[in-house]
Nanobody, 129 residues
Framework: QVQLVESGGGLVQPGGSLTLSCAGS?????????VGWFRQAPGKEREGISC???????????DSVKGRFTIWKDRKDNGKRTIYLQMNSLEPDDTAVYYC??????????????????WGQGTQVTVSS
């Protein structure tokens, strides 16, 4: 069973930067996964920000974060992976709970939350002066 734990959230001023980390375990070492970051602001639906699809090698970004956020991951042989999200030029609209997620396989849009099978508990990011 894949387990995901996010860290790195906090309070940052507009224009600042944060790096989120997601410690993952339980990955099948021979299987392909998609891993990604999502966020949910109060009163809004959960939205996909960025993901990496192992099966295609492609990386996807939502238009709202393109050019400001960068995703990358490392992979170890013991079924563990860490997924990172570097966030630059943060804006108040980036305030949300940020979630890490993993998918055993993508059948539709890579940034659709419904495509993902495993979720972390989330970490709060607040952008405010």
């Amino acid at each position: 069973q894949v387990q995901l734990v996010e860290s790195g959230g906090g309070l940052v001023q507009p224009g600042g930067s944060l790096t989120l980390s997601c410690a993952g375990s339980g990955f099948n070492s021979v299987a392909y996964y998609a891993v990604g970051w999502f966020r949910q602001a109060p009163g809004k639906e959960r939205e996909g920000i960025s993901c990496i699809d192992d099966s295609s090698g492609r990386i996807f970004y939502a238009d709202s974060v393109k050019g400001r956020f960068t995703i990358w991951k490392d992979r170890k042989d013991n079924g563990k992976r860490t997924i990172y999200l570097q966030m630059n030029s943060l804006e108040p609209d980036d305030t949300a709970v940020y979630y890490c997620a993993a998918s055993k396989y993508l059948t539709g849009a890579p940034l659709d939350p419904n495509e993902y099978h495993y979720w972390g508990q989330g970490t709060q990011v607040t952008v405010s002066s």
